[in-house]
């Protein structure tokens, strides 16, 4: 995760100018609740963040505000390095993931800390983390899908067993064909095979590749924060 090819970091410095346009549309009253004047490392965080979001696989929206500012504001990055000289990398992508949020919501005078639940959101992001790293997927090739039989102990288990159902539901939500299904160590991850997501692209996408599919964390992972969302 600390460990980026080259190929992404200059692919990562060349959006950062750009996802700073689409910050900077977001902190006017945008979708994250943002208000008043954006500190300039809330920006930098955010930025960074944003980038993520875009490398994880975020579509129409955020894509077009990428292409779109690209030209205005492709030399941003430059300058902010050469004026500031700071650092933007929070060091471990879940710590920098609770920092977005926890911005997020000191920036929003209407955020409700009564309802703020910031530890959910962690025990979430070590699902992600077990789920990303210490699960395993053995895939099955079906005739007309594939099969993965995702298993784990403990901590692992756990989380597979909360994250893989609910990412079927979000799947399905965007017209997957998938199913779920419990297993004593795990569980039986079945994605069926349809002209939008063909046999031979599913099984190049893999175990991850699937359960990466959609925009849904970003926006949940606030949610989780602000006690509007169950953990999954
Ligand atoms: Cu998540």
Avoid at 146 to 156: K, L, S
């Amino acid at each position: 995760m600390s460990k980026f090819p080259c190929k992404t970091t200059l692919a990562v410095s060349a959006l950062l100018g750009a996802t700073a346009y689409a910050v900077a549309q977001m902190s006017t009253g945008g979708p994250m609740g943002m208000h008043g004047p954006v500190q300039q490392g809330d920006m930098m965080s955010q930025m960074h963040s944003q980038m993520m979001q875009h490398q994880g696989g975020m579509h129409g929206g955020m894509n077009d505000n990428m292409n779109g500012g690209m030209g205005m504001h492709g030399s941003m990055h430059g300058q902010q390095f050469a004026v500031t000289g700071a650092p933007i990398s929070p060091g471990q992508d879940a710590f920098g993931t609770i920092q977005e949020i926890v911005q997020i919501l000191q920036s929003d005078p209407k955020t409700d800390w009564s309802k703020v639940n910031i530890d959910a959101l962690r025990q979430h992001l070590i699902d992600m983390n077990e789920v990303t790293i210490h699960a395993a997927a053995t895939p099955r090739l079906l005739d007309n899908g594939i099969e993965f039989t995702v298993t784990g102990e403990g901590r692992t288990l756990e989380a597979v067993k909360r994250m893989v159902p609910a990412h079927v539901n979000e799947l399905r939500e965007t017209g997957w064909r998938a199913t779920s299904d419990d297993l004593p160590n795990g569980v039986k991850l079945t994605v069926l095979a349809s002209e939008a997501q063909p046999l031979i692209k599913l099984k190049a996408l893999g175990f991850m590749g699937i359960m990466v599919q959609g925009g849904h964390h970003q926006p949940h992972h606030l949610m989780m924060a602000t006690g509007q969302f169950p953990m999954h």
